[in-house]
Nanobody, 125 residues
Framework: QVQLVESGGGLVQAGGSQRLSCAASGRTFSSYDMGWFRQAPGKERTFVAIITRNGVTYYADSVKGRFTISRDNAKNTVYLQMNSLKPEDTAVYYC???????????????????WGQGTQVTVSS
């Protein structure tokens, strides 16, 4: 069982930066693949980034080169550094955890068993 708590959301101007954090409970954090997803009003939840238990990272094309996902296993925390933010990045951002994902499952919300409550990120133009 894993409990996830996101923090770091808020209002930022276009072109600015923000860092989200996701703190996880439990002693087996290092064995989980950790993902970030986002959901804009009236839209489906979509993949943003993932860092596997081995430290391999993948990004959605829309954020590649602007966002960086990282993890600190000693702190049971995963981060999402967001730079060059755009108004279209406005959404609720969710942290998610899963174990033993296949690569084809990385992008699918349904593949993740554990979710945080979400944190709102609003980018003003």
């Amino acid at each position: 069982q894993v409990q996830l708590v996101e923090s770091g959301g808020g209002l930022v101007q276009a072109g600015g930066s923000q860092r989200l954090s996701c703190a996880a409970s439990g002693r087996t954090f290092s064995s989980y693949d950790m993902g970030w997803f986002r959901q804009a009003p009236g839209k489906e939840r979509t993949f943003v980034a993932i860092i596997t238990r081995n430290g391999v990272t993948y990004y959605a094309d829309s954020v590649k080169g602007r966002f960086t996902i990282s993890r600190d296993n000693a702190k049971n925390t995963v981060y999402l550094q967001m730079n060059s933010l755009k108004p279209e990045d406005t959404a609720v951002y969710y942290c998610a955890a899963a174990r033993f994902l296949r690569a084809s499952d990385y992008y699918l919300p349904g593949s993740f068993a554990y979710w945080g409550q979400g944190t709102q990120v609003t980018v003003s133009s």
